[in-house]
């Protein structure tokens, strides 16, 4: 499957396809220790983080959906990722073929309501689109990003064990108008 990556914009936001010069600025955001904290404990490194971006290209030509890069209209700077993914996670109970939502905001932007705004927008494009239910798997300890699951519509359904990790996963369905 071959997929044109869309762009989505809000009124502070355009969300499009990560590109080769987005490295620096996606670094910045995996290499920072905030990040790491609840992504698996570790800051990742310029190779890692490219091989993050082109994992991101990838997910669309293989799934028709993946990560956007999350840009702030103002600036221009890219400040965060957002997406579905089926990262083929060895976790347990399995995630089965169930889309997996996921979000990184560099920690200056945190507090802002925008990961909610971008994570609002993949939501109703998914929608759209005719993706049905989508997960996450989250860090109990992360409590900024449960309430934005909640408040995007994800409810908990369970736990999963993930590098020897318990993490929560949420639920949402298809919202239709």
């Not at 499957?1 to 914009?9: D, K, N, S, Y």
């Not at 990722?81 to 997996?100: I, K, N, Q």
């Not at 989508?134 to 300890?141: H, S």
Request: aromatic share 10%; net charge neutral.
């Amino acid at each position: 499957m071959i997929a044109t990556i869309p762009e989505l914009r809000t009124d502070r936001l355009v969300l499009r396809a990560h590109v080769g010069d987005d490295l620096a600025d996606c670094h910045a955001i995996w290499a920072h220790p905030d990040v790491a904290r609840f992504t698996g404990g570790r800051t990742s490194t310029r190779e890692q983080v490219w091989w993050r971006i082109l994992r991101y290209g990838g997910l669309w030509q293989m799934l028709g959906y993946g990560y956007f890069a999350v840009v702030d209209r103002r600036s221009g700077r890219m400040i965060g990722d957002v997406g579905l993914a089926d990262f083929r996670r060895d976790c347990t109970p399995a995630l089965g073929e169930t889309p997996e939502a996921g979000w990184a905001f560099h920690p200056d932007v945190h507090g802002q309501g925008l990961a909610s705004e971008a994570l609002a927008v993949v939501l109703d494009w998914a929608d759209k689109t005719g993706i049905g239910q989508i997960c996450c798997i989250i860090d109990p300890g992360n409590a900024a990003s449960v309430r934005l699951a909640n408040k995007a519509g994800f409810n908990k359904t369970g736990s999963v064990l993930y590098h020897a990790e318990t993490l929560t996963r949420l639920d949402r369905f298809r919202q239709t108008p």
